[in-house]
Antibody, heavy 121, light 107 residues
Framework: EVQLLESGGGLVQPGGSLRLSCAAS????????MSWVRQAPGKGLQWVSS????????PYADAVKGRFTISRDNSKNTLHLHMNSLRAEDTAVYYC??????????????WGQGTLVTVSS | DIPLTQSPSFLSASVGDRVTITCRAS??????LAWYQQKPGKAPEVLIF???TLQSGVPSRFSASGSGTEFTLTISSLQPEDFGTYYC?????????FGGGTKVEIK
């Protein structure tokens, strides 16, 4: 069974940092691009970033560019999102997502359960 | 960026009704559109990709069509378990964008 398990969410002060992790199982992690998608409370879905299967390609949403870094460890089947200079508007549930091969021209076919990040003083 | 406009934003329908949701892209995205269903408190699940391909395991009452800038998702006979919010997503180019969502309520 394909599973994605996020961790690392929590309460952080504005300007602070947090690292989210996503443990993947049930599929060949190194063959699939991955993404992070967030959802602010009561709002819609917002794509945050994607990473190719090798980690070479890492596009970001403008809202997080320069502050967030996506990375992966294919030896440990783990995806990360390093978040710096956090703002109140980054408050959201963050979903780890498996892409169907690549992300572009494909689909987000498996989603984790999400981890809540709250940025507040 | 490629904004996606979904309509309606809310709909209320009865069991057995035929329901259609529209998604319009601001520019040509070919067939690179997916549809997701999200139930309250849960992660989204993919229903359709490539504009019209049904994801494995999704009931056949769901169908979709379109290309370019106009897309539709149809539920042929609404079932009680179909409540939730439906999102379209374009995967033609980065940044990947989602529509604003259509909340479906069962009367």
């Amino acid at each position: 069974e394909v599973q994605l398990l996020e961790s690392g969410g929590g309460l952080v002060q504005p300007g602070g940092s947090l690292r989210l992790s996503c443990a993947a199982s049930g599929f060949t992690f190194s063959s699939n691009a991955m993404s992070w998608v967030r959802q602010a409370p009561g709002k819609g879905l917002q794509w945050v970033s994607s990473i190719s299967n090798t980690g070479e390609t890492t596009p970001y949403a403008d809202a997080v560019k320069g502050r967030f870094t996506i990375s992966r460890d294919n030896s440990k089947n783990t995806l990360h999102l390093h978040m710096n200079s956090l703002r109140a508007e980054d408050t959201a549930v963050y979903y780890c997502v498996k892409c169907g091969g690549t992300c572009q021209h494909s689909r987000f076919d498996v989603w984790g359960q999400g981890t809540l990040v709250t940025v507040s003083s | 960026d490629i904004p996606l406009t979904q309509s309606p934003s809310f709909l209320s329908a009865s069991v057995g009704d035929r329901v259609t949701i529209t998604c319009r892209a601001s520019q040509d995205i070919s067939i690179y559109l997916a549809w997701y269903q999200q139930k309250p408190g849960k992660a989204p699940e993919v229903l359709i990709f490539g504009a019209s391909t049904l994801q494995s395991g999704v009931p056949s009452r769901f169908s979709a069509s379109g290309s370019g800038t106009e897309f539709t998702l149809t539920i042929s006979s609404l079932q009680p378990e179909d409540f939730g919010t439906y999102y379209c997503q374009q995967l033609n180019s980065y940044p990947l964008t989602f529509g604003g969502g259509t909340k479906v309520e069962i009367k």
